[in-house]
């Protein structure tokens, strides 16, 4: 699996979007990028994935750039309640196992 | 509310004994892993059944092994435990094992402490 590097931490403003970037630039053409996030010491919690193109859902929006070396999780209005650990990972599907290759990740501290 | 449930929550034990984590899977989902937290590793996988087969494994111990019965819930068994096994211990399920890719889920996880 592709390797990911993300800030270690960043603040954002209650109510404001936060973009959280991450790189990949040894990514493969089969591989996805999915982006997860932990609360507290919570089980980690899937939010959104993408191959190449954008995707939206109710929680996030990601931004994959068209080289697809980087992404870009959006949270569109940050609340309190989305302060947490946010993990971004590029996996291949497949025969060798779905297995979730978690780094550092971003610690995002939301502040009124 | 992710559908995977983990029993116990808490466990505390002494070095040297066994115990045994358990979890069920949202319901119609084949596939369960199991992922060990510990302050110093961060998240890291340990091993994956898929209807009853082990399907990938991890960084596992030795020590430690797993199963998954024909009702789908998985038990995972750590034996001859050490100080260092303390940790966050979390099972995830998902729909299955494929070339499509499928969200995993994640339960509550077992704090396991190790005296």
């Known amino acids: 699996d592709a390797k990911t590097t993300q800030p270690p931490s960043m603040d954002c403003a209650e109510g404001r979007a936060a973009n959280l970037p991450c790189n990949h630039s040894t990514i493969s053409g089969n591989e996805y990028v999915y982006w997860y996030r932990q609360i507290h010491s919570q089980g980690p919690q899937y939010i959104i994935h993408g191959l190449k193109n954008n995707e939206t859902n109710e929680m996030a929006s990601l931004i994959i750039t068209e080289d697809r070396k980087s992404s870009t999780l959006i949270l569109p209005h940050a609340t309190l309640r989305d302060t947490a650990v946010y993990y971004c990972i590029v996996r291949v599907d497949g025969a060798a196992g779905n297995k979730l290759t978690f780094g550092g990740g971003t610690r995002v501290l939301v502040k009124p | 509310d992710s559908g995977v449930t983990q029993t116990p929550k808490h466990l505390i034990t002494a070095t040297g004994q066994r115990v045994t984590l358990r979890c069920s899977p949202r319901?119609?989902?084949?596939?369960v892993y199991w992922y060990q937290q510990s302050l110093d590793q961060g998240l890291q996988f340990l091993i994956q059944y898929y209807n009853g087969e082990e399907r990938a494994k991890g960084n596992i111990l030795e020590r430690f092994s797993a199963q998954q019965f024909p009702d789908l819930h998985s038990e995972l068994n750590l034996s001859s435990l050490e100080l260092g096994d303390s940790a966050l211990y979390f099972c995830?399920?998902?729909?299955?094992?494929?070339?499509?890719?499928?969200?995993?889920?994640f339960g509550p996880g077992t704090r396991l402490t190790v005296t």
């Open positions: 995830a399920s998902s729909v299955e094992s494929g070339r499509i890719p499928y969200e995993q889920y």
């Open positions: 319901s119609g989902d084949l596939s």
